[in-house]
């Protein structure tokens, strides 16, 4: 059974940063390029940003570029997103999600994202 189990959420202030960890269990993390998405109130799901199957390459939204960074730590089975700056508007439900194509041709698609996270909530005060 794959399990995608996200962490670290919580309630924070304009400026303040906070990570994220998705613990997965269940497939051979390293065959995956894990990727991070959120929803907030009334909107639909969307791209923050995905990581290779090694690490070593990784894209991001516009809007968080610069401010997030996503991590891996294969062998922990661990995926992280570190959240710097934050802004209200960062305000969502984040989730982390595992896909089996190359990093570079997942991206924002989400239907190519195999498996999914129940989401933790992040939201930011002004």
């Known amino acids: 059974q794959v399990q995608l189990v996200e962490s670290g959420g919580g309630l924070v202030h304009t400026g303040d940063s906070l990570r994220l960890s998705c613990a997965v269990s269940?497939?051979?993390?390293?065959?995956?390029?894990m990727g991070w998405f959120r929803q907030a109130p009334g909107k639909e799901r969307e791209f923050v940003g995905i990581?290779?199957?090694?690490?070593?390459?990784?894209r991001y939204d516009d809007s968080v570029l610069g401010r997030f960074t996503i991590a891996r730590d294969n062998a922990k089975n661990t995926v992280y997103l570190q959240m710097n700056d934050l802004i209200p508007e960062d305000t969502a439900v984040y989730y982390c999600?595992?896909?089996?194509?190359?990093?570079?041709?997942?991206?924002?698609?989400?239907?190519?994202?195999?498996?999914w996270g129940q989401g933790t909530q992040v939201t930011v005060s002004s």
């Open positions: 999600a595992a896909t089996s194509w190359d990093y570079y041709n997942a991206l924002s698609t989400q239907n190519r994202y195999n498996y």
């Open positions: 269940g497939l051979t993390f390293s065959h995956y390029a």
């Open positions: 990581i290779s199957k090694s690490g070593g390459s990784a």
